[in-house]
């Protein structure tokens, strides 16, 4: 069965006090990883696709990078508008389903 | 481009009713998937529809069930509500598979 595993729980951050964000997994056949943004009330926001190790990709302060068994989302000079919770998602196999971790509720100071 | 709506954003119900939740995925994507989210447990996969068809089903009882229609609406439907089933009920569409573009959610509250 996959697994998705997300630390830690909660983050507070100064505004500007980059850290990383770490997402764990164990799947067989990975298909691709998803990382979504939610704010409270709202659906999920999609923000990358990563599908092979080594993989990275960027958005303004957001960096997604992938390895055989965790992937991690970097958050460059944070802003409080980055306040959200952060979920990662693995797809398998041929069909649309994900699997997702619990998510990271991080918090933005001025 | 729309993006994904679903309908009712709320919605309040007594123990042993039923619901349905409808969703409207992005003009183009065939693929519907329902999830539930809960505090407890967070986002589950509930099941999958792709051109009328249920492709992939989540661990939840049969009283959670959906369809979807020729033009890629899909309704999910719970029966004999229990307080466990309060949650934010959320549809994504894809095309292809790939990316899922997530709707507003419904608001579903059991009392």
């Known amino acids: 069965e996959d697994q998705v595993t997300q630390s830690p729980e909660a983050l507070r951050l100064q505004e500007g006090e980059s850290s990383s964000l770490n997402c764990s997994y164990t799947?067989?056949?990975?298909?691709?990883l998803f990382w979504y943004r939610q704010d409270p009330g709202k659906g999920p926001e999609f923000l990358f696709t990563?599908?092979?190790a080594g993989e990275e990709k960027e958005k303004e302060r957001l960096k997604a990078t992938l390895t055989k068994k965790e992937s991690f989302l970097h958050i460059t000079a944070p802003k409080p508008e980055d306040s959200a919770t952060y979920l990662c998602a693995v797809q398998t196999g041929a069909n649309s389903k994900l699997t997702f971790g619990k998510g990271i509720t991080l918090s933005v100071r001025p | 481009k729309a993006g994904v709506t679903q309908t009712p954003r709320y919605l309040i119900k007594t123990r042993g009713q039923q619901v349905t939740l409808s969703c409207s995925p992005i003009?183009?994507?065939?693929?519907v998937s329902w999830y539930q989210q809960t505090p407890g447990q967070g986002l589950q996969f509930l099941f999958e529809y792709f051109s009328e068809t249920q492709r992939n089903k989540g661990n939840f009882p049969g009283r959670f069930s959906g369809r979807q229609f020729s033009n890629s609406r899909s309704e999910m439907n719970v029966s004999t509500l229990e307080l466990g089933d309060s949650a934010l009920y959320l549809c994504?569409?894809?095309?292809?598979?790939?990316?899922?573009?997530f709707g507003p959610g419904t608001r579903l509250t059991v009392l």
């Open positions: 799947v067989s056949g990975l298909r691709g």
């Open positions: 990563l599908y092979s």
């Open positions: 994504a569409s894809s095309s292809l598979g790939n990316e899922q573009f």
């Open positions: 003009s183009g994507h065939r693929s």
